[in-house]
């Protein structure tokens, strides 16, 4: 995937009053793509939350606005539930969407 940037931006693009958008779409993950399905389940076990019912949200974008709170939050959250270094266990999985994790941690 290429992305083409025909524009100059700066990071306040990405900030609508005070908050950092991001994407997504709610209801449209559901067994129909089992591989989001996996996405899903496996950074709910990683942030120790309950699997959701479906349909779940799409948070899968090509261009994703991080806010560096949000990621300390779940690195941290990460290593309370699974005991273990982030990096180990977000490495540990074979099926991770690093969209799906930001998008759930928000």
Do not use: C
Not at 70 to 96: C, K, N, P, Y
Request: glycine share 4%.
């Amino acid at each position: 995937m290429v992305i083409a940037v025909v524009r100059p931006f700066t990071p306040e693009l990405f900030v609508r009053d005070g908050v950092a958008r991001f994407y997504r779409k709610p209801n449209e993950i559901d067994d129909r793509l089992p591989r989001h399905t996996r996405w899903h389940r496996g950074v709910r076990a990683l942030l120790g939350l309950p699997e959701a019912v479906p349909p779940r949200t799409d948070y899968v974008s090509s261009l994703l606005a991080w806010d560096p709170s949000v990621v300390r939050w779940l690195l941290v959250r990460v290593e309370q539930m699974t005991g273990r270094q982030w990096t180990d266990a977000i490495s540990a999985q074979l099926h991770f969407s690093e969209w799906t994790i930001n998008g759930v941690s928000v």
